[in-house]
């Protein structure tokens, strides 16, 4: 009778029944899971955050944890929008709606080809996919106050 049974359950090398879960499902926990512990890392460390207002939060190749929020028209989301939505559209093709995952996509997945210390926080640029360039100004607590596309250039899209 080999390895089967008549049960119709798929076994593992250990014989414990395998359990299917969707690899998107697993993926959201995952996110969810990260996401609660860098929450949790922000709180511990008595930085000031809104989470209500929390559009992202993860980590970058420096290990820094960041996040974006709303904001304001000086900061934040709202400052993203106002201020960079047509470059956005122009340099990557990203709707207004699609740009914080594009963000974070980009800080979560991208390698920093520059860091600059700042008397605020910091200026680091972000390449992603061999060609793509994210421009960021992150406070020391992790804020992005603003994010832009970059040329491989060197000038501002």
């Known amino acids: 009778m080999g390895r089967y049974s008549n049960s119709k359950q798929a076994h593992g090398t250990s014989g414990a029944p395998q359990i299917s879960l969707s690899q998107s499902n697993l993926s959201s926990k995952v996110n969810e899971l990260s996401e609660s512990l860098l929450i949790k890392e922000l709180t511990d460390n008595g930085i000031k955050f809104n989470e209500d207002e929390m559009k992202f939060i993860t980590k970058d190749k420096s290990g820094q944890t960041v996040w974006l929020e709303t904001g304001t ?3 934040g989301l709202k ?5 960079h939505a047509d470059d956005y559209k122009n340099a990557f093709g990203i709707s207004v709606n699609d740009i914080p995952p594009y963000i974070n996509k980009v800080i979560k997945n991208g390698e920093i080809v520059k ?5 605020k926080g ?3 640029v972000y390449k992603y996919d061999s060609k793509y360039y994210l421009v960021t100004g992150i406070g020391y607590n992790g804020f992005i106050v603003s994010a832009f ?4 250039k060197g000038g501002k899209i």
Request: no cysteine; net charge neutral.
């Open 79 to 83: 400052h993203i929008i106002e201020h």
């Open 149 to 152: 596309p970059y040329n491989a």
């Open 115 to 119: 860091s600059i210390d700042n008397k």
């Open 73 to 75: 028209s000086a900061a």
């Open 122 to 124: 910091y200026t680091k």
